[in-house]
């Protein structure tokens, strides 16, 4: 009853006047007296209605109509409605500029495609992936623009479970995982993500099994089989089962090495192994990694130790020991015998920097950044005549990264190398500064 009881009452009360003047002056006056009230009616209502087609044409600029009576509850409540509505488009456009901004971080190419397989929508990482662009791009057919084989046959069999692994059209040193994703009406979502880096990973660890594998299955073998003969043959010579003991110890001692290689790795590999933080006296460990190169070398080179700092090292020292001791066990492994080895000690531009420079046959270029991948050997016949396990440099980059140091590798074919720990100036203890060298020694006259 609230929407009639205002046109009811007016109705009533021109129909009572309307009564009156028809009994005080007759049908005549009242009928004119109810045709213009009529026209006025229609003429307000005409009035209401052009206000309310012009605000409905253009609601953000017109003011909302202001009436009486039952026109100004019309345009009340439609001018309420008008503000939901408002309120709700502006809640959905931010929705969507928050989606799209989302959509824009993301760091996988994302492209959406229609039921024709144009382009409808994509994000700026499907420029760095798939060379594609948003405005250029808008309408195009993907298959004009990726024109690779497997790339058109991965998109006409619409194969949601699967995943197209490809390089990059853009870059061919990234390797892409491609997935399509089915949504709205016939639409597709077509997402590209980086997998280079899981590749990498994925080559490393197959690398490793098989290069632990091989390192593993020759002292096998060798021992396997000295055993069968000593087995098959019990009354073999003293002098020739010597021989096969020691060649078994020998074989048994590198796998020994091995094992403990690849558990200093894991160790170090390792999230819970925290680092020791104590002081590690530098001066006083290069003098007996440069004892122990003598007693290695067995006189067969010339070691030089060169201490110009008395700064020590904040630091773990059994991992610093164990990376320099690497550098200088490798340095007597592969220079040849009569050549010189120096161990050094100094202070360089706030740095700490120990030295092992050889006078061994030197490094290609190319083969520098690969040294300290796992198992990585410029000549893997000669490491493994010198005993070498191939794990020395991945040690000594894991130890000198958990120091906040890192390597620095000089060498020139046929004239030697020089392998640097260079450790940062927080983790040097300076003291005042000396000076301690300590020239090659004549070959008899070596050190240890």
């Given at each position: 009853?609230g929407?009639w009881?205002?046109?009811l009452s ?7 006047v ?5 009994l ?5 006056t009242?009928l004119?007296f109810?045709?213009?009230i009529?026209?006025?009616?229609m003429?307000?209502?005409l009035w ?5 087609s012009?605000?409905l044409?253009?609601?953000?600029e ?7 009576g039952?026109w ?5 409540r ?5 503000r ?5 488009r ?8 928050q989606?799209?901004h989302?959509?824009q ?15 409808d929508?994509?994000n ?12 250029r ?16 046959e ?8 699967r995943?197209?692994?490809?390089k990059s059209?853009v870059?061919r ?5 491609l997935?399509?994703?089915p949504?709205?009406?016939a639409?597709?979502l077509?997402v590209?993500?980086d997998?280079t880096?899981?590749?990498r990973v994925?080559?490393?660890r197959?690398d490793?099994?098989?290069n632990?594998?091989h390192?593993?299955?020759t002292?096998l ?5 000295f055993v069968?003969?000593?087995?098959d ?8 089962t ?6 078994m110890?020998d074989n048994?001692r590198r ?6 290689d690849?558990?200093?790795l894991?160790r170090l590999e390792s999230?819970?192994?925290s680092?020791?933080d104590e002081e590690?006296n530098v001066?006083?460990l290069?003098?007996a990694?440069a ?8 006189g067969?080179h010339?070691i030089g130790?060169d201490i110009?700092s008395?700064?020590?090292l904040?630091g773990s020292l059994?991992?610093i020991r164990?990376?320099?001791g690497n550098l200088v066990?490798?340095?007597?492994r ?5 050549g010189?080895?120096?161990?050094s000690w100094?202070q360089?531009?706030?740095?700490g920097?120990?030295a092992v ?11 520098i950044?690969?040294l ?5 050997r410029?000549?893997r016949s ?9 794990l ?9 990264t958990r ?7 000089q ?6 190398s020089t392998f640097s720990a260079v450790?940062?100036?927080s983790r040097l203890?300076?003291?005042q500064p000396s000076?301690t060298?300590i ?9 240890g």
């Open positions: 009853m929407f009881w205002r046109p007016m109705l009533a009360s021109v129909l009572l309307a009564l009156i003047l028809w005080a002056s007759g049908a005549v009242a004119v109810l045709t213009g009529q026209a006025l009616v003429l307000r209502r209401q209605e052009y206000r309310l012009r605000w044409e253009n609601p953000d017109v003011t909302p109509p202001d009436a009486m039952t100004g509850d019309i345009f009340y439609l001018e309420k409605l008008q939901r509505q408002r309120d709700s502006s809640e959905l456009t931010n929705a969507l500029e989606f799209e989302a959509a971080a993301v760091p996988d190419g994302m492209v959406i495609l229609n039921g024709s397989d144009q382009i929508w994509c700026p990482a499907s420029r760095k992936y798939m060379g594609l662009d948003c405005e791009d808008r309408g195009q057919f993907i298959r004009y623009l990726l024109r690779q084989a497997h790339f058109i991965f998109l006409d069999a619409a194969d949601y479970s995943r197209l692994v490809c059209p870059n040193e990234i390797t892409l995982s997935q399509l994703v949504f709205g009406e639409k597709k077509l590209a993500r997998i880096e899981l590749e994925d080559a490393i197959r490793f099994i098989a632990v594998s390192e593993l299955r002292p073998t060798v021992v396997g089989g069968e003969t000593l087995a043959a019990p009354m073999l010579p003293a002098s020739e010597r021989r096969y003991f020691d060649l110890l048994t796998m020994q090495h091995l094992l403990d690849l558990l200093t894991s999230d819970d192994h680092l020791k590690v001066p006083e290069a003098r990694l004892a122990e190169a003598g007693s290695l070398s067995g067969r010339r130790l110009a008395d700064a020590n904040r059994q991992e164990s990376a320099l066990s490798n340095a007597v592969y220079t040849p015998d009569g010189g080895i120096t161990l100094r360089q531009n706030d740095e920097v120990f420079t050889d006078t061994g046959e030197g490094i290609a270029a190319e083969h950044p690969r300290t991948e796992r198992f990585y410029v000549d000669r490491s493994r005549e010198t005993g070498g396990t191939g020395g440099l991945a040690i000594v980059k894991h130890v000198l120091h906040g140091a890192h390597l620095n590798i060498s020139t074919p046929g004239k030697g450790f940062p100036a203890v300076v003291s000076a060298v020239p090659f020694p004549a070959q008899e006259q070596a050190v």
